[in-house]
């Protein structure tokens, strides 16, 4: 899928994206890549073949950094790595998440810490280091996700967690305003990953979805570059503190 718009402002930018070797985060990889942005991106599964991929596509690979996001000085290990090769982080993209489904009778407490760990606490201190480099602006953008708007059901503290990134967002914009430094919230729809495809898409619940769209027609992980570009670039400079919902028309916010 070509992209429509070329970000100038992001050739040479250095872009840290979290999950940015898999699904909607390989997908956000090549986008910034093509544009000529450094990418650094960590994962917990091997990436390798990934790197290969697109080194032969792009001329130059991506920073794979191996390790769970989780642990918070890890995290923060891989940043400064990722800084020391490409310069202080001028776009965090937090991407990574899990929708495991799960019901409120089922959820024991260690599921729910472990839940928020990768779904929320991870997003929050990759933006607390985020904003320590970037000391002449940048931009954080926090995948969010309809699911909360949509109030839906069968994986409570998955939804829990995605309003807990709008409302983070909001706080954010505000606090680190002052400094130059944009936050925006990106929700999508029900993108459909290898992942989704494997563990959830029954053809019943697919059809039931796509006819809530507007747009008739099954959102790829593609779909999310060119609105975590925009979000990325001085394109939307004068936006901050805003979820943008990128769904085929799903919900309806404003």
């Not at 507007?214 to 503190?241: N, V, W, Y």
């Given at each position: ?26 997908a ?11 990418v ?37 290990a ?12 001028n ?12 019901s ?52 409570p ?46 053809p ?26 925009f979000?990325a ?19 309806v916010?404003?």
């Amino acid at each position: 899928m070509s992209q429509p718009a070329t970000f100038h402002d992001l050739n040479g930018a250095s872009v840290y994206i979290t999950g940015g070797g898999s699904g909607v985060g390989a997908a956000l990889t090549d986008g910034f890549m093509a544009q000529g942005a450094n990418v650094a991106f960590i994962g917990r599964s091997d990436a390798s073949a990934f790197v290969e991929e697109m080194r032969e596509k792009h001329g130059r690979a991506p920073l794979f950094l191996q390790g769970d996001m989780t642990d918070t000085e890890l995290l923060r290990a891989t940043m400064t790595k990722a800084a020391e090769a490409h310069g202080p982080l001028n776009v965090l993209v937090n991407n990574a998440a899990n929708d495991k489904r799960h019901s409120l009778e089922e959820t024991t407490p260690e599921f729910w810490d472990w839940m928020i760990e990768v779904n929320l606490k991870a997003y929050f201190f990759a933006s607390q280091e985020a904003a320590r480099q970037m000391t002449e602006g940048g931009a954080i953008i926090n995948f969010s996700s309809i699911s909360y708007m949509m109030g839906n059901a069968g994986y409570p503290v998955y939804t829990t967690s995605n309003a807990g990134i709008t409302g983070m967002t909001r706080s954010l914009a505000r606090e680190l305003g002052p400094r130059n430094i944009r936050v925006n919230a990106l929700a999508p729809g029900w993108v459909l990953t290898q992942k989704q495809l494997d563990m959830w898409a029954t053809p019943e619940d697919l059809a039931s979805h796509l006819d809530r769209q507007c747009l008739k027609e099954h959102l790829t992980p593609e779909d999310m570059i060119a609105p975590t570009l925009f979000l990325a670039s001085q394109a939307s400079r004068a936006m901050t503190g805003q979820c943008m919902a990128v769904d085929g028309g799903v919900v309806v916010t404003g």
